[in-house]
């Protein structure tokens, strides 16, 4: 009864936050851009390693923004690329491409994107990935939302373009939840959670909180520790947007080992928050989700506890299913909802495994082996 009477508790625990994060995103007002015309210089840094595949597309896509050219400026950083990155990037001469030559570091995207800052000469500085595309709107849908919320830092939405295949069908859901609880905890301000494919902050912010000066020895984090940086220094200034025309889109893994390795690497910087805010929730989630490993294991003993698992199970999806169509909605992607339920059980397996090997295990990202 002292097992079922935890495991309760964290259920109920859990359900709360969920309903939680459901009814705060349903909170967030949809953004409408004003007329006003834009002023503000705008650099774009994308920091990027073996994106010869993708970077065509994302340079082509910010080319046809709507933005005005003359406030605007593009720079990629190449991380050390071993193909044809940094060749294909040269041939688009409205892009400012710089090479990163830095070895023996842990993080190499903090330091591409702070090599990037250091060359950019906009206020505003907007980041986002080599394999992501961006909508014509994007940057004048962030730069209004900029001058009308006074933010120094804003959160906007990623979405995974995904094919058909299992793994990417269950990461876009993955990313899609993840997406909809940042939303919700940026607007009411109960924690720290980004994206780095599609972040915006002023340049002065970021060299008013030394950039990464602290947590540079970190492998990941360029933007989820940046920005609790930034929210320290600058309270009650950040802000999410809510708006389609702000979506940027990235590309999917393709495999089970790289998504695990995406992922694990996701949850490397768990205890490396100094916002305990989200450590909480995170324990909470994962301390959850191991309890039907738990239940699954004492039913050897009772089979009372395989029938616990399976309600839990059930409640769970019941609980997660509302919040799932409020996103699902936003993002263009109710057709992914009669899967939710069939992948309940590898969800669940996913996040003991990436949780467990986040934090004594080692990823391999970008050719490179990360303890």
């Known amino acids: 009864m002292v097992l079922t009477g935890i495991i309760t508790a964290l259920f109920i625990t859990y359900a709360l936050l969920i309903i939680y994060y459901w009814q705060s995103w349903k909170s967030i007002p949809v953004f409408q851009p004003s007329q006003h015309p834009p002023s503000t210089k705008i650099s774009v840094i994308v920091p990027a390693r073996n994106e010869e595949i993708h970077i065509e597309a994302l340079l082509h896509s910010i080319n046809n923004q709507t933005y005005p050219k003359e406030l605007l400026e593009i720079i990629v950083v190449d991380d050390n690329s071993t193909d044809n990155t940094a060749s294909l990037t040269l041939q688009f001469s409205f892009v400012k491409l710089i090479s990163l030559k830095e070895q023996g570091i842990n993080s190499h995207k903090k330091k591409a994107i702070e090599t990037g800052v250091a060359a950019a000469s906009g206020d505003l500085i907007i980041t986002t990935d080599a394999d992501c595309m961006v909508p014509p709107n994007w940057l004048l849908t962030i730069e209004n939302f900029y001058k009308k919320t006074n933010a120094v830092f804003v959160v906007a939405p990623v979405d995974i373009n995904c094919g058909s295949s299992l793994v990417q069908v269950f990461q876009a859901m993955d990313f899609m939840v993840l997406q909809g609880i940042t939303g919700a905890s940026v607007y009411k301000q109960v924690h720290s959670m980004c994206n780095g494919a599609n972040l915006a902050y002023e340049r002065k912010a970021f060299h008013a909180v030394n950039g990464f000066m602290g947590i540079d020895h970190i492998a990941s984090?360029?933007?989820?520790?940046?920005?609790?940086?930034?929210?320290?220094?600058?309270?009650?200034?950040?802000?999410?947007?809510?708006?389609?025309?702000?979506?940027?889109?990235?590309?999917?893994?393709?495999?089970?080992?790289?998504?695990?390795?995406?992922?694990?690497?996701?949850?490397?910087?768990?205890?490396?928050?100094?916002?305990?805010?989200?450590?909480?929730?995170?324990?909470?989630?994962?301390?959850?989700?191991?309890?039907?490993?738990?239940?699954?294991?004492?039913?050897?003993?009772?089979?009372?506890?395989?029938?616990?698992?399976?309600?839990?199970?059930?409640a769970k999806t019941l609980v997660e299913y509302p919040f799932l169509i409020s996103i699902s909605s936003f993002f263009n992607k109710k057709y992914m909802l009669p899967y939710f339920a069939f992948l309940q059980p590898l969800h669940i397996l996913y996040t003991i495994i990436a949780g467990w090997l986040g934090k004594f295990g080692s990823y391999e990202w970008k050719g490179r082996r990360v303890k």
């Open 221 to 314: 984090g360029d933007d989820m520790l940046l920005m609790y940086k930034i929210e320290k220094h600058f309270t009650g200034r950040i802000q999410y947007l809510k708006s389609k025309n702000a979506i940027v889109s990235t590309q999917p893994v393709k495999s089970w080992t790289a998504f695990f390795n995406q992922r694990i690497r996701w949850a490397s910087k768990a205890d490396k928050y100094d916002d305990k805010r989200i450590f909480w929730v995170l324990l909470v989630v994962y301390l959850f989700n191991l309890s039907f490993i738990v239940l699954l294991v004492a039913g050897f003993w009772s089979a009372f506890y395989w029938w616990a698992a399976l309600v839990l199970l059930i």
